[in-house]
C-alpha cells in the first residue's frame, strides 16, 4: 500500500510546472469569462478589444450590437485608463474580450465604416448630426467644417470643430478627413501627427490640397462635364490637367455655367 502512494505522488518536475502555471498571467478575458460562467447578462457590459491600426493600436468597446467607443493606444496611459474613460462617458463598464464585434476588422482595414452599427445614442443630438454627417466622407478624400455643418443641418461650423474634439469614436468617424475652411486639417481629436499619418494612409495628397488652396480653389471643375466638386473629391480627381478649370465659390462656377457634383455635394447658388 505505501509503496503505490510513492508511485502516485508527483515527481518534483510535476509540483515546478504546477507552481508555475500559478504564477502565469490570467488570459486576457479572464473577467469576461468569469461573468459568462456566472450567466451575467451581456446587456449590463461592453466588452472591447485592442487592434492594430495604421495610427498605432486602438481600443474599440462595443455592445451585443454596436460599437459604443474608440480611442487610440496612445491617447491613454493603460487598458484601465481606457475602461475609466469608457465608463464616465457611457456609465457602462467595459471588460476586455479577445473576439471584436463583426464586421469591425474590416471597417478598419478598408477605411469603409460608414455602414458598421455605431451607438451614439448618448449624444446630443446636433453632435449625432455632425459626426454621422462625417461618417460619410468618403475613404481617401476632406471635407470642410462648413460642409459637415451644412450636412448637419447647423448654422456654426466652430460647433462641429468643438463636436469632432470630443470624437468618442475615434478613426471609425474619420473627423481626420474634416478641415477647416480654410483647408488646414481640423485635428482637435488627435495627437500631432496622427491626423497626418491617418491622411497619408488614405492617399490624400495634403501638398497638393495646400497648393490649391493657397491660389484660391475651392472647387475644380471640368470643361468637358462642367461639373465642379470638392478638390478631394472621386471625380475631381480624374479631371486631367489641361481641362481642369479651379473656382474660388460656388458662386463663380455658377456664373461660369457649372454645377455641382450630386457626389461629394459642394455648394451651389
Known sequence: MSSRSEDMAPSEQDVENALADLTSPAPADFALRVLQRVNISTERYDTYVRL????????????????TGAMLESM????????????????????????????????????????????????????RAVLQAVRCIPKGQLRPAGWVAREACLSDADRVV????????????????????????????????????????????????????????????SDTTHIYCHPTCAHARRITPPHRKPFRSAREASRAGYRACRSCRPLSV
Request: proline fraction near 8%; glycine fraction near 8%.
Open 52 to 67: 492594430d491600426t495604421g495610427a498605432g493600436g486602438l481600443y474599440v468597446a462595443f455592445s451585443p450590437r454596436a460599437v
Open 76 to 127: 491613454v496611459v493603460s487598458p484601465a485608463m481606457f475602461e475609466e474613460l469608457h465608463w464616465a462617458r457611457t456609465r457602462r463598464t467595459a471588460i476586455c474580450a479577445t473576439t471584436p464585434l463583426p464586421g469591425l476588422r474590416t471597417a478598419l482595414r478598408t477605411g469603409r465604416a460608414k455602414n458598421l452599427p455605431i451607438d451614439l445614442a448618448r449624444l446630443p443630438a446636433e453632435d
Open 162 to 221: 468643438h463636436v469632432l474634439a470630443h470624437n468618442p469614436v475615434m478613426l471609425l468617424i474619420p473627423c481626420h478627413r474634416v478641415t477647416h475652411d480654410d483647408g488646414t486639417p481640423c485635428d482637435a481629436a488627435y495627437l500631432p501627427g496622427t491626423g497626418r499619418a491617418l491622411r497619408a494612409a488614405e492617399g490624400i495628397d495634403m501638398e497638393r490640397f495646400a497648393e490649391l488652396s493657397r491660389e484660391g480653389a475651392v472647387y475644380l471643375g
